[in-house]
């Protein structure tokens, strides 16, 4: 799924060039937050998702994102 200009201009306004769809999750669509430089780092220290209902868009929360990775490990 392709992200729309809400969820890219949210990753840009964290100093990331896009996003691309991660997973869903409950009612959220998840995308992560990419570089065009494949050079550059994507983040250190906590995962960085950006969650989509079809009308907001934010980036999860730990206890969130907790949950996201455990369901893109099993």
Do not use: C
Request: glycine share 6%; aromatic share 18%.
């Amino acid at each position: 799924m392709k992200p729309n200009q809400k969820i890219i201009n949210l990753a840009k306004s964290y100093g990331f060039d896009g996003a691309e769809f991660t997973t869903e999750w409950y009612e959220y669509k998840v995308y992560t937050p990419t570089f065009n430089d494949p050079k550059k780092v994507a983040f250190i220290g906590e995962p960085v998702f950006i969650l989509y209902d079809g009308k907001e868009v934010r980036l999860a929360a730990s206890f969130e994102w907790e949950h996201i990775l455990e369901i893109l490990n099993d």
